[in-house]
């Protein structure tokens, strides 16, 4: 067995770091760009009010001051009403729904109050987005960390062994558990944020009122305001990912008996005096803890752990395991083979057989089960399939296969799941569930699937809950890059739905949004439920769905 001396480590793990900073970076071009379009909407909504109030009516400041305590706000009854629907539409803060509902039963609202309502609802909808994308980025460096960590220690010795994959319970509870010595979590600071920036810009228009400025100065005024603000969320992203990413490798360290670990300073001219000062300190992994024996230790830090073992005797002990059993890990293979080969979908379960689609949504469903097969082979049935796509072949493959998995799992639970060419309709593969609310994928299955390039295949599966794509079903089909996929409902309703333009998000978090809205609005049924969780994730994600009708 071939043992790498400490360079060796420490050049690997700089190479991780890299990489985590990297995504870092990404993440933070897609909040800069929901910046940019909060500040056009803003600029927008300045523009209309200053053209309204300031120069249109050709009025002095005093007078238009005056103008501005007035009550005389019909247009904005029409404005607000429209406010409160996006805000239920995009899951806006409660407290923000309240007040927009106060608003707009209140009989009179200066429109001073008027615009400033106007700015903070498109400072929700911002800070609404970049939590959802601070949450998925999130998971993602923390799943990506932990698994590249264990590639590259088994790909250093050239042997490996079997090891607990990511635990997204835990995960779960990690992403909401504090690390930082003032007690908040990434979720609060964004909302720390959104506050404090809110407090600033309603001072920001209250002064422009007083000293009477134009619309330029006060554009300029918010947009400095608004940079500040990007720059604390860019400051957020770069620290969290360096934390998500240490976290990561502490629980696979642990996970592949690493006993230390090696802390490592990027040293340049910008490497600050802590992280200078700890570089080449070895500490045991019982010992590390984020922000203070490991980074990250300040914001934008650059250090990174490596392994480190002391003789030969450690060595063997991390890359054979407690039991002793390894395959070989060959030199030339990549991260990708070794994921596909060692790791499968990463929900692999121990029977060797991979289930990716557990239905976490309410089993219940709606309706029944049992199927009208007369209107499931009926003409208009079919004809629901004429408007899936340009290919008539491929419509009428679909449809075959969604009539034969209504028949096959009548009044079932069970699910059917086909995998078709996008081009010709041809069958790929197929597998029947023997558990309820989950189709299977079978080793057999993926191996077929493997054979075709990204988003040449799509996936037919039924659902006896009547209800739209779940959470998991969007994951498989990121997963598996399928073009798009199909739902056949018992009930007779089709849905398609595709995740191939949409942003990054984790799949469970659709499920728990269901979850979530359950128990928020007990008087929705289930499905107004799913499509109001759906919608939500359309506008903030670009996942694209719709019923076949």
């Known amino acids: 067995m071939q043992i790498p001396d400490r360079e060796y480590w420490e050049k690997r793990f700089e190479a991780l770091e890299a990489a985590v900073h990297k995504q870092g970076l990404i993440t933070y071009g897609d909040i800069e760009k929901q910046y940019l379009q909060a500040m056009n909407k803003i600029d927008t909504v300045l523009a209309a009010w200053f053209q309204k109030f300031m120069q249109e009516n050709k009025v002095t400041f005093t007078e238009a001051k005056r103008m501005l305590q007035g009550k005389d706000l019909t247009e904005f009854r029409l404005t607000i009403d429209q406010y409160i629907a996006k805000a239920r ?46 949450d998925a980025a999130m998971r993602s460096r923390y799943t990506d960390s932990y698994y590249e960590t264990a590639f590259t220690i088994q790909h250093g010795f050239g042997i490996g062994h079997s090891f607990n994959q990511v635990d997204t319970n835990k995960l779960d509870m990690l992403m909401t558990k504090p690390w930082a010595a003032d007690g908040k979590n990434f979720s609060d600071r964004v909302w720390e944020h959104k506050n ?18 134009d619309y330029r100065r006060a554009t300029n005024n918010i947009a400095r305001r608004m940079n500040v603000s990007k720059g604390a969320a860019g400051r ?33 001219s910008r490497t600050s005096d802590i992280c200078r000062h700890m570089d080449g300190k070895v500490f045991k992994v019982s010992d590390m803890k984020p922000g203070i024996t490991a980074p990250p230790l300040h914001c934008h830090c650059r250090s990174c752990t490596a392994p480190y073992f002391d003789d030969a005797e450690d060595a063997e002990r991390a890359a054979r395991g407690k039991d002793g059993k390894t395959y070989m890990v060959p030199g030339d293979i990549t991260y990708k083979e070794w994921e596909q080969k060692f790791v499968g979908d990463r929900q692999k379960a121990d029977n060797g057989v991979i289930i990716n689609n557990k239905e976490n949504t309410i089993k219940l469903g709606v309706g029944s089960p049992v199927c009208d097969l007369d209107y499931i082979k009926s003409e208009q049935y079919r004809r629901k399939f004429d408007k899936l796509s340009d290919n008539q072949s491929l419509n009428s493959a679909v449809c075959a296969r969604c009539r034969a998995a209504l028949i096959h799992q009548n009044g079932k639970y069970t699910e059917d799941l086909s995998i078709l060419r996008v081009d010709t309709g041809e069958l790929v593969g197929s597998t029947s569930s023997k558990v309820d609310y989950e189709t299977e994928y079978t080793d057999k299955l993926v191996e077929k699937i493997k054979v075709y390039k990204p988003f040449s295949l799509i996936s037919i599966h039924d659902h006896g809950t009547n209800l739209p794509p779940s959470g998991s079903d969007f994951g498989s089909a990121g997963y598996r890059k399928y073009a798009f996929g199909v739902v056949a409902c018992h009930d007779g309703k089709v849905f398609k739905y595709s995740v191939k333009n949409a942003r990054p998000f984790t799949a469970s978090t659709i499920d728990k949004k269901i979850a979530e809205y359950t128990d928020r609005y007990p008087d929705l049924d289930t499905l107004s439920i799913t499509f109001k969780v759906l919608n939500s994730f359309t506008k903030s994600y670009g996942i694209e769905w719709r019923e076949l009708t």
């Open 89 to 134: 539409e995009q899951d806006l803060s409660e407290s923000w729904q309240r007040k927009l509902n106060n608003a707009s039963i209140r009989v009179h609202v200066s429109r001073l109050e008027a615009i400033l309502l106007q700015l903070q609802q498109n400072l929700e909808i911002l800070f609404n987005n970049q939590l959802d994308t601070l």
């Open 196 to 213: 404090k920036l809110v407090a600033i810009l309603n001072q920001e228009m209250t002064q422009t009122v007083i000293r009477g400025d």
């Open 236 to 268: 957020l992203v770069m620290t969290e990912s360096a934390f998500f990413a240490t976290k990561a490798q502490q629980d696979c360290f642990k996970e592949l008996d690493v006993e230390q670990y090696e802390f490592i300073a990027t040293l340049d």
